[in-house]
């Protein structure tokens, strides 16, 4: 089993920034690709960001280019999200993924394994 914990959510102004951060644990290597998702009310959940294991591959979402960057800490185990610039339409829950790929997909059926998600809420 791969366990996912988010940490950082919180509320914030526009404009204003927020580090999210997802500690691995379990039976996961360094291989495994790691993505961020996102699922506002009545939506459906969308990447936004993503990177292989070697950190030569990384994907944004056109929304988010230029206000996110994800990175990750194969010897701890983590990946993180920096956020700035923040709008109101980046409101949402916040998931972490993983998946043992090196072309990670954009739809969140073929991801494995979930944390349990952090609220974003960024006010106008």
């Known amino acids: 089993q791969v366990q996912l914990v988010e940490s950082g959510g919180g509320l914030v102004q526009a404009g204003g920034s927020l580090r999210l951060s997802c500690a691995a644990s379990?039976?996961?290597?360094?291989?495994?690709?790691m993505g961020w998702f996102r699922q506002a009310p009545g939506k459906e959940r969308e990447l936004v960001a993503s990177?292989?294991?070697?950190?030569?591959?990384?994907y944004y979402a056109e929304s988010v280019k230029g206000r996110l960057t994800v990175s990750r800490d194969n010897a701890k185990s983590t990946v993180t999200l920096q956020m700035n610039s923040l709008k109101p339409e980046d409101t949402a829950v916040y998931y972490c993924?993983?998946?043992?790929?090196?072309?990670?997909?954009?739809?969140?059926?073929?991801?494995?394994?979930w944390g349990q998600g952090t609220q974003v809420t960024v006010s106008s």
């Open positions: 990177i292989v294991w070697r950190g030569d591959s990384i």
């Open positions: 379990g039976r996961i290597s360094f291989r495994y690709a």
């Open positions: 993924a993983a998946e043992l790929t090196e072309r990670p997909s954009t739809s969140p059926r073929l991801w494995s394994y």
